[in-house]
């Protein structure tokens, strides 16, 4: 059974960068079968997508965060990881990984339970 | 980008009852519109795809409806379990792929 466990700092500074990575288990990470993407959650919102990644590196990301963003994979350990640098306070959420089928990329059918990220000093 | 309009943004009702949530789009986005339901401290969950299409494992008392600006997602019979917060979202345009605010449905 596919799982998918976000792993990072829960504190970080403000104007720091703040890396999380993603975990995928229990199934075929590297084939073309899917995509993999990254959703936040500020305390008490709704979902913001922040990006998406294929396992041969292309990436799409959110235009209001692609200035501070880079979402990487590595499939000899089965992890795709996400990099937002210049944090602030408004970049305090819980932060989800996800997959896509490569047919509908914005159709998230399998998420992690998500990891919460504190940016304050 | 797209703009997603939930409403209502919460919703009281009874175990039993027929429950109606709309999400309306800023343009129109034909069927590219996705549902989610997230219970507190949970990750959300795929409910329905491509506005109509039942993901696998989900009770068949939830339903999906709408093309163009209008959508709507009925639950028949509302379950103890179906209690939650449900998310709209886009998947016409991207990026960015776009979520409604959400709707939460609250037991009466």
């Known amino acids: 059974q596919l799982q998918l466990q976000e792993s990072g700092p829960g504190l970080v500074k403000p104007s720091e960068t703040l890396s999380l990575t993603c975990t995928v288990s229990?199934?075929?990470?590297?084939?073309?079968?899917?995509?993999w993407g990254w959703i936040r959650q500020p305390p008490g919102k709704g979902l913001d997508w922040i990006g998406t990644?294929?396992?041969?590196?292309?990436?799409y990301y959110n235009p209001s965060l692609k200035s501070r963003v880079t979402i990487s994979v590595d499939t000899s350990k089965n992890q795709f990881s996400l990099r937002l640098t210049s944090v602030t306070a408004a970049d305090t959420a819980v932060y989800y990984c996800?997959?896509?089928?490569?047919?509908?990329?914005?159709?998230?059918?399998?998420w992690g339970q998500g990891t919460q990220v504190t940016v304050s000093s | 980008d797209i703009q997603m309009t939930q409403s209502p943004s919460s919703l009281s009702a009874s175990v039993g009852d027929r429950v109606t949530i709309t999400c309306r789009a800023s343009?129109?986005?034909?069927?590219?519109l996705n549902w989610y339901q997230q219970k507190p401290g949970k990750a959300p969950k795929l409910v329905i795809y491509?506005?109509?299409s039942l993901e696998s494992g989900v009770p068949l008392r939830f339903s999906g409806s709408g093309s163009g600006t209008d959508f709507t997602l009925t639950i028949s019979s509302l379950q103890p379990e179906d209690f939650a917060t449900y998310y709209c979202?886009?998947?016409?345009?991207?990026?960015?792929?776009?979520f409604g605010q959400g709707t939460r449905l609250e037991i009466k």
């Open positions: 491509a506005a109509s």
């Open positions: 996800a997959r896509t089928p490569q047919y509908d990329i914005s159709r998230f059918d399998s």
């Open positions: 229990g199934g075929s990470f590297s084939s073309s079968s899917h995509y």
């Open positions: 990644i294929y396992y041969s590196g292309s990436t």
């Open positions: 343009q129109s986005i034909s069927n590219y």
């Open positions: 979202q886009q998947s016409y345009i991207t990026p960015p792929i776009t």
